[in-house]
């Protein structure tokens, strides 16, 4: 039986106090992550700023993503030591945390970090203007967002004018628009586009003298953790029945794929755009901050309930340490 998938296009980040990730000094293992230049001088990055108008935003429509390979669930990433990074702005210890609500997709009104680290991402694919999402998360240079590989570069060629805008809500842009320096995806991603290894990452350039978590904050980042988890995710879907103006979640426990790849999956009706969103565990619905461990990947069509996101290994790691070690400019 033949299954088609489609993705989706999302962003995230969250704010607080600043602790550098655990591990953040650690060498990346694993294959060595592909990277590709994006706006990496000043006026590259006006360009880009002057690019993206209000209208042009407006009208970015979300991509569809390739479909998981026929033998996805074979050859398993390179496996590591559970590691987990504190976001900035960490509840007092003894702070409860706050169960996960259940939800299928509904926009997300309780405010918090995550309603300022989570952003829309923007960039041109094969000559049309598209959008994702993404999070700001802590790490070394405090310049790096965390999205989907699809977000970054599909079709054999890295995306162009890519910006990420934090806290994006119907057209307005609380935190500016943030031009990419660098990008960088798994290698798995970069070769064949396989749809286990969908996550890449964004170095972006400080805007006004200031870095990325310096305006927004960052949330947690953690790899090689357990599985079937209670799990948030966030995005901002743009195809029918959402319009990209708003951020949406979905919350609840987390099940394995036992179709075509090996996957997280979430009872989650968000759309295209959404990809590239972050997937939180122990996430505080008070404080709005969490560990990012996936993100919005892929749905098969047969299944538009169902999101699935990538299981966050030794390889996501290494794209992670490469974008924190990375000269933001």
Same mark, same amino acid.
């Given at each position: 039986?033949?299954?088609?998938?489609?993705? #989706?296009?999302?962003?995230? #980040?969250?704010?607080?106090?600043?602790?550098?990730?655990?591990?953040?000094?650690?060498?990346?293992?694993?294959?060595?992550?592909?990277?590709?230049a994006a706006?990496?001088?000043?006026?590259?990055?006006?360009?880009?700023?002057? /690019?993206? $108008?209000?209208?042009?935003?407006?009208?970015?429509q979300?991509? !569809?993503?390739?479909a998981?390979?026929?033998?996805?669930?074979?050859?398993?990433?390179?496996?590591?030591?559970?590691? $987990?990074?504190?976001?900035?702005?960490?509840?007092?210890?003894?702070?409860p945390?706050?169960?996960?609500?259940?939800?299928?997709?509904?926009?997300? !009104?309780?405010?918090?970090?995550?309603?300022?680290?989570?952003?829309?991402?923007?960039?041109?694919?094969?000559?049309?203007?598209?959008?994702?999402?993404?999070?700001?998360?802590?790490?070394?240079?405090?310049?790096?967002?965390?999205?989907a590989?699809?977000?970054?570069?599909?079709?054999g060629?890295?995306h162009?004018?890519?910006?990420?805008?934090?806290?994006?809500?119907?057209?307005?842009?609380?935190?500016? !628009?943030w031009?990419?320096?660098? #990008?960088l995806?798994?290698?798995q991603?970069?070769?064949?586009?396989?749809?286990?290894?969908?996550?890449a990452?964004?170095?972006?350039?400080?805007?006004?003298?200031?870095? #990325?978590?310096?305006?927004v904050?960052?949330?947690?980042?953690s790899?090689?953790?357990?599985?079937?988890?209670?799990?948030?995710?966030f995005?901002?879907?743009?195809?029918?029945? /959402?319009?990209?103006?708003?951020?949406?979640?979905?919350?609840?426990?987390?099940?394995?794929?036992f179709?075509?790849?090996?996957?997280?999956?979430?009872?989650?009706?968000?759309?295209?755009?959404?990809?590239?969103?972050?997937?939180?565990?122990s996430?505080?619905?008070?404080?709005?901050?969490?560990?990012?461990?996936s993100?919005?990947?892929?749905k098969?069509?047969?299944?538009?309930?169902?999101?699935?996101?990538?299981?966050?290994? !030794?390889?996501?790691?290494a794209?992670?340490?490469?974008?924190?070690?990375?000269?933001?400019?």
């Amino acid at each position: 039986m033949h299954r088609r998938v489609a993705l #989706l296009s999302l962003v995230t #980040l969250a704010a607080g106090s600043f602790l550098l990730p655990a591990g953040a000094a650690q060498a990346a293992a694993g294959p060595k992550p592909a990277a590709k230049a994006a706006a990496d001088s000043k006026s590259e990055q006006r360009e880009v700023l002057s /690019y993206w $108008t209000p209208q042009k935003m407006e009208d970015a429509q979300p991509l !569809t993503p390739p479909a998981p390979k026929a033998n996805a669930k074979h050859g398993p990433g390179t496996p590591g030591e559970p590691t $987990t990074g504190n976001p900035w702005g960490v509840p007092p210890t003894g702070t409860p945390q706050q169960q996960a609500q259940a939800s299928g997709g509904a926009p997300w !009104t309780r405010g918090g970090a995550v309603a300022q680290t989570t952003g829309r991402v923007f960039f041109t694919y094969q000559g049309r203007n598209a959008s994702c999402s993404g999070s700001a998360v802590t790490s070394a240079n405090e310049s790096v967002v965390i999205t989907a590989g699809h977000c970054v570069k599909m079709g054999g060629a890295f995306h162009t004018n890519w910006v990420f805008v934090p806290g994006y809500n119907a057209g307005q842009r609380p935190h500016g !628009t943030w031009p990419a320096t660098r #990008l960088l995806t798994t290698p798995q991603w970069n070769a064949r586009e396989d749809i286990n290894f969908d996550m890449a990452a964004a170095v972006v350039a400080p805007l006004s003298g200031k870095t #990325l978590t310096d305006v927004v904050g960052g949330q947690g980042v953690s790899f090689n953790q357990g599985r079937r988890v209670q799990m948030h995710a966030f995005g901002y879907p743009a195809a029918a029945p /959402y319009d990209g103006s708003k951020l949406i979640y979905c919350a609840g426990r987390t099940f394995d794929d036992f179709l075509l790849s090996r996957d997280h999956g979430l009872t989650c009706n968000m759309t295209g755009g959404s990809s590239g969103g972050p997937w939180f565990q122990s996430f505080n619905e008070s404080s709005g901050l969490g560990t990012l461990n996936s993100v919005n990947s892929f749905k098969y069509n047969f299944a538009p309930n169902w999101m699935f996101g990538p299981y966050f290994g !030794t390889e996501a790691q290494a794209v992670y340490n490469s974008a924190q070690s990375t000269d933001a400019l």
